[in-house]
């Protein structure tokens, strides 16, 4: 039994490994096609722009962080924002190993340090994932009537418009419980209640909401660092951004969406953008959000 469970897994993660390497090998390959427009390309770095963009890169990151301690806070344990902030950023190093769980179980082991319940820090992950997949997708659908260039692709997206109706019934309290003790069942842990409203909910819905504007804005000017955009495409990167972390963080064989987010940054900005470009776009938001990922660790491990 031990030796079929270990070659399943062993075939897993081979997979994992091939369909990752297959999707950078089909983004390289639309690079090296198109390297006599590449090379031609007058690059020039908007160094203001691009330390204004990973300074709110950085910010942004810090809010994420700020918004799993206001989780906890109304779960009834008062972590400091210090605390929260090494917890929160160490625990994401394990994003980046195969499998999702690994941030989330490093997350409940370092909670555990600080004296938090394990049932606690983990519903309070599961909550805030709730919400941030939740609030980034209808971020996205609610940008998609603001899409003006090639709308005539874009229209193909309208039909996931009813997903907004979806996504509030969804966060509906007697669900959010429901889903909460579903999870308490699987993992046999005590079942965690929570009294929140609609009302309250729906706060917490609108400071990811805030999240993802802090974040869009950071890479529109990631982006106006290398290539001209107008600051009034805002809300479309700001739904592009949000669309692809949710479709990377829910296809379960990447780590930290990798392959994934790239492929589908690819894809929506190239409503706006020469393939090739798309594509570059997407591999400099990899490495500064990485980087990005790194120097909040690394600034975690000193508090």
């Known amino acids: 039994m031990l030796v079929v469970r270990g070659r399943k897994a062993f075939l897993q993660r081979g997979l994992q490994i091939v369909?990752?390497?297959?999707?950078?090998?089909?983004?390289?390959?639309?690079?090296?096609l198109n390297w006599s427009e590449i090379s031609t390309y007058d690059w020039s770095l908007d160094y203001p722009a691009f330390v204004i963009a990973f300074s709110l890169m950085l910010l942004a990151s810090s809010f994420y962080a700020y918004l799993w301690k206001l989780i906890l806070v109304r779960l009834g344990n008062p972590l400091s924002y210090r605390k929260s902030f090494r917890i929160f950023f160490?625990?994401?190093?394990?994003?980046?190993?195969?499998?999702?769980?690994?941030?989330?179980?490093?997350?409940?082991?370092?909670?555990?340090?600080?004296?938090?319940?394990?049932?606690?820090?983990?519903a309070s992950i599961t909550l805030q994932?709730?919400?941030?997949?939740?609030?980034?997708?209808?971020?996205?659908?609610?940008?998609?009537?603001?899409?003006?260039?090639?709308?005539g692709s874009a229209g193909g997206l309208y039909p996931f418009l009813i997903l907004l109706p979806l996504g509030l019934l969804l966060i509906h309290p007697s669900n959010v419980r429901r889903g909460l003790g579903l999870f308490s069942r699987l993992t046999r842990q005590e079942v965690i209640s929570i009294e929140w409203n609609y009302k309250e909910?729906?706060?917490q819905l609108a400071l990811w909401t805030l999240f993802w504007s802090l974040n869009g804005l950071a890479h529109l000017l990631l982006i106006k660092a290398l290539f001209p955009l107008p600051l009034t495409y805002l809300p479309i990167v700001t739904g592009i951004f949000a669309a692809g972390w949710v479709v990377g963080f829910v296809s379960l064989f990447a780590p930290?969406?990798?392959?994934?987010?790239?492929?589908?940054?690819?894809?929506?900005?190239?409503?706006?953008?020469?393939?090739?470009?798309?594509?570059?776009?997407?591999?400099?938001?990899?490495?500064?959000r990485t980087s990005g990922d790194l120097i909040c660790a690394a600034v975690a491990w000193r508090l």
């Open 19 to 32: 369909i990752v390497v297959l999707i950078f090998s089909l983004l390289f390959r639309n690079l090296y």
């Open 90 to 122: 160490l625990s994401q190093l394990g994003r980046y190993i195969p499998g999702k769980i690994w941030g989330i179980l490093g997350l409940v082991y370092l909670s555990e340090q600080e004296g938090i319940p394990k049932t606690l820090s983990a």
């Open 129 to 151: 994932l709730i919400l941030q997949v939740v609030s980034g997708t209808m971020v996205f659908l609610f940008t998609l009537p603001l899409w003006r260039r090639g709308i």
């Open 201 to 203: 909910i729906l706060i």
């Open 256 to 288: 930290a969406g990798l392959g994934v987010m790239e492929g589908t940054l690819t894809f929506l900005l190239g409503f706006y953008f020469p393939a090739y470009v798309a594509i570059i776009i997407a591999l400099l938001t990899r490495l500064a």
